[in-house]
T-cell receptor, first 115, second 114 residues
């Protein structure tokens, strides 16, 4: 059974600081996704990581993937209040037909960035 | 097309009643997924369709749950004889089976079972 663990589950930090969220998964996976969720809202896709060593950056967020370690990181640089949200990583195993089955999500990291 | 839409957005029902939710995916997307999210947890996969075919069902999907996608476009999720444990946010997502298969989520239907 595929398991996904995120840490920390809760993070309070000050604006301007850097921090990293970690996502570990238990079995070989084909793709890893990062999503953002604001309170009471749905999930917004941030990054799709397809291969070992993949790195993607958007603004103050950077995601990377190490498939050998079964680890992905989401790094926040010089945090700003608008990045306060819950961040989820999700992993998928491709079916034999090449399509993706359902995503397996971590429990999420609730991030609060204080002025 | 502005994205995945779900109706209703909120549903309050009494235990034992049946409820049905609707999801309209992004128009060109051929895959449609249903997830359930409880407070403080990540979404949990329930089932998915490719066009009108239901290809996988999670063991979370008890016999009281049924999903359809009759014409390969919109989908419905029905819960029969609701229980208080069914209270959750039900999320729908759609994707196009290409390289990334990125899933785009709708706003969700929040179900409260009294």
């Amino acid at each position: 059974e595929l398991k996904v663990e995120q840490n920390p589950l809760f993070l309070s930090m000050q604006e301007g600081k850097n921090y990293t969220i970690y996502c570990n998964y238990s079995t070989t996976s084909d793709r890893l996704y990062w999503y953002r969720q604001d309170p009471g809202k749905s999930l917004e896709s941030l990054f799709v990581l397809l291969s070992n060593g993949a790195v993607k950056q958007e603004g103050r967020l950077m995601a990377s993937l190490d498939t050998k370690a079964r680890l992905s990181t989401l790094h926040i640089t010089a945090a700003v209040h608008d990045l306060s949200a819950t961040y989820f990583c999700a992993v998928v195993i491709l079916s034999s037909g090449g399509g993706a089955d359902g995503l397996t999500f971590g429990k999420g990291t609730h991030l609060i960035i204080q002025p | 097309d502005t994205g995945v839409s779900q109706n209703p957005r909120h549903k309050i029902t009494k235990r034992g009643q049946n409820v049905t939710f609707r999801c309209d995916p992004i128009s060109e997307h051929n895959r449609l997924y249903w997830y359930r999210q409880t407070l403080g947890q990540g979404p949990e996969f329930l089932t998915y369709f490719q066009n009108e075919a239901q290809l996988e069902k999670s063991r979370l999907l008890s016999d009281r749950f049924s999903a359809e996608r009759p014409k390969g476009s919109f989908s419905t999720l029905e819960i029969q004889r609701t229980e208080q444990g069914d209270s959750a946010m039900y999320l729908c997502a759609s994707s196009l089976v290409v390289v990334y298969n990125e899933q785009f989520f709708g706003p969700g239907t929040r179900l409260t079972v009294l």
